[in-house]
C-alpha cells in the first residue's frame, strides 16, 4: 500500500502534476463521448471562414457587411456554448470537490503558495495534448 500523503509531502510538484493530468483526462473523455464533435467541427470552421471575411471587410471599411458577417456570428458563438456547457455542467462538481481537496492537500507543502499555478500550466499543456490525442475540436 502506497502512503499518499507522504508521497505530497515529499514530492508535491510531482503530486500535482499528476492529479492535474488525471482531472483534465477526466474532463477530455467526459468531452469527448457527451459533445457532439461533428457539429463543433463545423461550426469552428464556419467560424473561422466568417472571422476571414470580417478581417477583410474591416481593412475595407465596411461597416455594413461587418455588422451582417457579425450578425451570422453570433448565433454560431451561442450554439457552441451550448455543445460545450453539457459536459461543463457534468464536470463542474468532481473539479469543485477536487479543487477543495487540493487546497487543503497542499495547505502544508513547499507549494503551498504556488500550487495553483503547477495546476494550471499542467492543465494547459495536458489538455492540449488530450485534446489532439482524442481528436476533439
Do not use: C
Not at 6 to 27: G, H, M, W, Y
Not at 87 to 101: A, E, K, R
Amino acid at each position: 500500500m502506497v502512503d499518499y500523503t507522504l508521497l505530497i509531502q515529499e514530492s508535491p510538484k510531482i503530486a500535482i502534476v499528476v492529479l492535474a493530468a488525471l482531472i483534465t483526462l477526466f474532463i477530455t473523455v467526459v468531452n469527448y463521448f457527451i459533445m457532439d464533435k461533428e457539429k463543433m467541427r463545423e461550426l469552428k470552421a464556419k467560424q473561422k471562414e466568417l472571422n476571414v471575411q470580417m478581417k477583410k471587410h474591416q481593412k475595407e471599411g465596411n461597416m455594413e457587411k461587418l455588422k451582417e458577417l457579425n450578425s451570422e456570428l453570433m448565433p454560431m458563438t451561442m450554439e457552441m456554448m451550448k455543445h460545450s456547457f453539457k459536459p461543463m455542467i457534468i464536470t463542474f462538481i468532481p473539479v469543485i470537490l477536487f479543487f477543495s481537496f487540493i487546497r487543503s492537500t497542499f495547505a502544508e507543502t513547499a507549494i503551498a503558495g504556488t500550487w495553483f499555478w503547477w495546476y494550471l500550466i499542467t492543465a494547459i499543456v495536458s489538455s492540449i495534448l488530450f485534446r489532439k490525442l482524442f481528436k476533439l475540436p
